[in-house]
């Protein structure tokens, strides 16, 4: 037995180091990540705070693998470090409903804390995603909670806003309501001031203020179930997959976002709007598309709506930083952005990070020679052309480059500079008639200029 148990030891380790190595050949390789997180919950809290860690700061949005690491955190008594970890799973993808259902039952069951906390941060959750259309889940917890503590008066104002809020669930809650609202006196689901108001109007009897206010949020249910009709045509399609996968998205799935942030905009709720694209870049999240439609909306609003340069700045740099690092194209956008609003640091920051994370595109090294041109940095542009050329990786990428430099820097670098360039490139690839070319035309010019 002692035997066969250092075999499997041993096994598991030669596992867990093999996905280790495949995962640093190919870090976006969701398949070796899934693998070895499954040997990594074999092994001791430090290898699986080493795996998830950093699979979780790759794939950011995979809500699952946060709960999962929480529940290892708590299993070893490390009760801080569980909550910890649902914090940073709501600062990464706070319009999530999953994981502020699972944070909040956690939080209520394990926490140990006060009434005030466990309000707190349901009201936080909400702030989020109570407008979510099957944010149900989140809003049934919250009233289990306060009915649990016999808060009758609670639980009948979380009614109310349940019932002024279009949810998929709101006919169902209309009836639970009620059966809730039947349950209890009218003492103890109204307010003092509520109860005046009831009185002024004689209606003296618990009966007549009952029907009163049925009559009330009968009128307050059906305006919001017609809102429900409304939405309810586009969430249908969207609530298909509303979680990020690392699979592509049938196109039928890519319209129908698109279709209902069309209706969302036209409506004009900035406030839904925004949190229907914050919806959407979850499943969509690989598609720039629809995050460069985001910052677009919220810059076309500035103006006009609640929006500041700051919140577009923010979707940039959530996507750029965090979701898709290794994309260069949404960060270019980014870069251009920054530059039309003066912001010279922020922009060479993009840069740096797009030749980061992916070295050697050929864009990003011209876009970015273009930028410290246009802002006067001719040194600069030198010192990026130099440190660049090794990182290309074929004999087409590094003459491309030598040429495009040329072009850009013709007119702005010293004669002495440019042809120590070109000679240095004739050196290097003798035979391309391109690079040739170019350099002709260069001394062609010079010379008609001294004419």
């Not at 380790?13 to 040997?39: G, H, M, R, V």
């Not at 799935?253 to 004009?268: I, N």
């Amino acid at each position: 037995n002692k035997t066969k148990a250092m075999a499997e030891g041993e096994s598991r380790e030669s596992s867990l180091s093999k996905s280790w190595k495949a995962i640093e050949a190919n870090p976006t390789d969701f398949t070796s990540w899934s693998q070895l997180l499954t040997f990594a919950d074999e092994e001791n809290i430090d290898e699986i705070r080493k795996a998830y860690s950093l699979f979780l700061d790759e794939f950011p949005l995979c809500y699952v693998y946060w709960r999962k690491y929480a529940d290892h955190e708590y299993k070893n008594n490390n009760l801080d470090n569980a909550l910890a970890i649902y914090e940073k799973a709501i600062e990464e993808i706070p319009h999530c409903v999953d994981i502020w259902v699972h944070y909040t039952a956690y939080f209520v069951e394990k926490s140990g804390k006060d009434e005030t906390a466990i309000r707190e941060l349901f009201e936080r959750a909400l702030s989020f995603v109570g407008m979510d259309f099957s944010s149900h889940p989140l809003w049934d917890k919250y009233l289990d909670f306060e009915i649990s503590r016999n808060n009758i008066r609670s639980a009948s104002v979380i009614y109310d806003r349940i019932l002024q809020t279009p949810l998929e669930q709101t006919n169902s809650y209309w009836q639970r309501y009620k059966t809730f609202f039947g349950r209890y006196s009218i003492s103890k689901l109204q307010s003092e001031q509520e109860i005046k108001e009831l009185d002024r109007l004689n209606l003296h009897t618990e009966e007549s203020k009952k029907e009163y206010v049925l009559r009330q949020k009968q009128r307050m249910h059906d305006i919001t179930n017609e809102m429900v009709k409304k939405y309810r045509v586009y969430e249908n399609e969207v609530l298909k997959v509303p979680y990020f996968h690392v699979l592509p998205l049938e196109d039928s799935q890519l319209e129908a976002w698109r279709k209902y942030l069309d209706f969302v905009e036209m409506e004009g709720d900035h406030d839904r709007v925004r949190k229907i694209y914050e919806r959407c870049v979850i499943p969509c999240c690989n598609y720039t598309e629809f995050w460069l439609r985001y910052t677009r909306y919220l810059e076309s609003n500035i103006e006009t709506g609640p929006w500041t340069v700051d919140d577009v700045r923010e979707v940039f740099y959530r996507v750029t930083r965090k979701f898709l690092k290794r994309r260069p194209d949404i960060s270019l956008y980014f870069a251009l952005f920054e530059e039309e609003h003066g912001e010279y640091q922020s922009v060479v920051d993009v840069y740096e990070n797009i030749i980061k994370h992916v070295p050697g595109h050929l864009e990003t090294l011209t876009n970015y020679i273009s930028f410290e041109r246009r802002s006067g940095n001719y040194e600069q542009c030198e010192k990026i052309f130099r440190r660049s050329i090794p990182t290309l990786n074929t004999e087409n990428e590094i003459i491309f480059f030598y040429i495009q430099y040329l072009k850009l820097m013709e007119s702005k670098s010293s004669s002495s500079q440019l042809r120590t360039i070109m000679n240095e490139a004739s050196e290097r690839f003798p035979g391309c008639k391109d690079l040739w070319k170019v350099y002709i035309n260069f001394e062609v010019c010079k010379s008609i200029m001294f004419v």
